[in-house]
């Protein structure tokens, strides 16, 4: 009966263990994932480093733990704790190259923007004037993106001057992608007219998605319909 209980009380912390560090991936975007990467490639002298910090943040007790763990870490015999994989979400990115870093703090920042949708009716006269403001509005709208005052005040360095800047660089590389979209924007456009030029009696609607790094579009245009007069009208001549 004990050796029953002691199994069960293994899954449940197992589960337990698993959904936690879910929620934790789920609340950064699945950085912490990249960091244990990173975490598990470091050379062995930037390993004893990240140690040496590691045992002076949280103490020497758990310091000889991840020392101890770190090969079945890497292995993958033993999965790593949201607990451990937050503490080194903190500790690990400020002694990463600032490009690392960046890329880091753009995976989080994307995980939590919602991207805008937008729906556009109209017809084939009109259809260019009716999706341009659209467009304007979905690009805008990544101006919106900034990482909230929770996930700084769980990220320490989230909070230093570096950051800040990459928000701003962040917020200037979402604009310069809008731009460089100009010919995809201009392919979806000459798709657009593509599939009204094959509009015909059966076909009286066309359906299409634009997909920008700040949301979708989705557009629908609709011909007209032909009363029985018009077509009265055009078979006489």
């Known amino acids: 009966m004990g050796r029953h209980r002691s199994k069960y009380r293994r899954r449940s912390y197992g589960s337990y263990v698993v959904s936690k560090r879910q929620r934790l991936s789920s609340t950064f975007g699945g950085i912490d994932r990249d960091v244990e990467r990173l975490f598990l490639s470091l050379d062995r002298d ?7 910090f590691y045992t002076e943040e949280f103490g020497e007790s758990a310091g000889n733990y991840a ?6 870490w890497r292995s993958g015999s033993v999965r790593m704790s949201g607990e451990v994989a ?5 500790l690990l990115p400020p002694l990463l190259p600032y490009d690392v870093r960046f890329e880091l703090v753009k995976k989080l920042r994307q995980a939590n923007f919602r991207k805008m949708s937008r729906y556009v009716g109209t017809s084939p ?8 403001p659209a467009i304007e ?8 993106a900034n990482l909230s005052e929770d996930l700084k005040q769980r990220l320490a360095w989230l909070s230093d ?3 800040e800047a990459a928000e701003k660089m962040l917020s200037a590389a979402i604009k310069d992608e ?5 010919s995809y924007l201009k392919s979806e456009f000459q798709r657009i007219e593509d599939l009204l030029a094959q509009l015909g009696d059966h076909h009286t609607s066309v359906e299409h998605t634009i997909e920008l790094p700040q949301g979708t579009i989705r557009v629908h245009i609709v011909k007209p319909k032909v009363s029985a007069w018009a077509k009265l009208k055009r078979w006489l001549g």
Request: proline share 2%; net charge negative; aromatic share 8%.
């Open 125 to 132: 006269e009109q259809w260019v004037d009716a999706l341009l």
């Open 178 to 182: 809008s731009i460089g979209r100009l």
């Open 86 to 90: 937050e503490r080194l979400l903190n």
């Open 161 to 163: 001057g570096d950051t």
């Open 67 to 72: 020392r101890k763990t770190y090969p079945k």
């Open 46 to 52: 930037e390993l004893d480093d990240l140690f040496e």
């Open 137 to 144: 509005e979905v690009v805008k709208h990544g101006d919106t």
